[in-house]
């Protein structure tokens, strides 16, 4: 646990660096399609504290509230077709959260792992360091470049990449459940529960190769409400109670 010094007040940090992975899904608020620019600038008012306390913050978001490689809009399209055009989704969404970020003064950098020189910084990690270190937030766009793997593996390997401390993934219930909370009122919640469990209860938390990725190099991820105000602070702050860490157990 750190110590950071801000305006006179010292604050104990849990974690220094973090990944947020949001979903392109939670975007898009109440609408069926798109994205809520009000909830992009509620999303970027979190970051906003969590950066105000002295957190090295990045992010990965999602681009299915636009298009899924795998989903049904992607009809009978070439796999690696429909994934790129996933992945052009996904930038799409960052530069949203970085114009809610910006009109926040927050200053907010887009590298995408596909080439989009008009809108984003190419991807390289020594510059993503970089720039998290001078303070800014970092939005990582376009996944991993590549057909076939989803933005939670970006998830995971951009964390890994920028030795981030945690992964936050934000989801639309509290935490990791033992079936379906909304389908299943006995559902259990999990306040911990092992990377292995997961895979063997093929829970839905992250796909199977984030998971193992996280796994083979002990990366904790913590599974959160993010609907619920102040949740990234809370957890980065090392609240007991908040989401489902998922970790390799004691």
């Known amino acids: ?21 949001i979903s392109g899904e939670a975007l898009m608020g109440e609408q069926n399609y798109g994205i809520d620019v009000n909830v992009a600038r509620s999303v970027a008012e979190e970051l906003k504290a969590v950066h105000e306390i002295g957190v090295e913050v990045a992010v990965v978001v999602g681009g299915g509230n ?5 989903s049904k809009s992607a009809g009978n399209m070439d796999r690696s077709s429909a994934d790129y055009i996933g992945m052009l989704a996904t930038v799409m969404n960052a530069v949203v959260l970085q114009d809610a970020l910006e009109k926040i003064d927050v200053d907010t950098r887009v ?3 596909v080439d989009i020189p008009q809108l984003a910084e190419s991807f390289i990690r020594r510059r993503a360091v970089r720039h998290l270190e001078k303070g800014r937030v970092v939005i990582f766009a376009a996944g991993t470049g590549n ?3 989803t933005t939670d593996s970006a998830a995971a390997l951009r964390a890994l990449e920028i030795k981030a401390d945690i992964i936050l993934k934000a989801t639309k219930v509290d935490g990791v459940y033992s079936a379906d909370p909304m389908a299943d009122a006995t559902a259990e919640r999990y306040s911990e529960i092992t990377y292995q469990a997961v895979l063997e209860k093929q829970l839905k938390v992250m796909d199977a190769s984030a998971i193992s990725l996280c796994m083979d190099n002990n990366l904790p991820i913590v599974v959160f409400n ?4 102040g949740n990234i602070s809370r957890v980065v702050l090392g609240e007991t109670g908040v989401g489902t860490r998922v970790w390799l157990g004691k």
């Open 1 to 21: 646990m750190t110590t950071t010094v801000r305006d006179g007040n010292a604050t104990k940090l849990a974690y220094n660096r973090v990944l947020l992975k």
């Open 66 to 70: 636009i298009f899924r490689g795998v």
């Open 111 to 113: 590298l995408s792992a």
């Open 147 to 149: 057909p076939y793997f």
């Open 226 to 229: 993010m609907r619920q105000s």
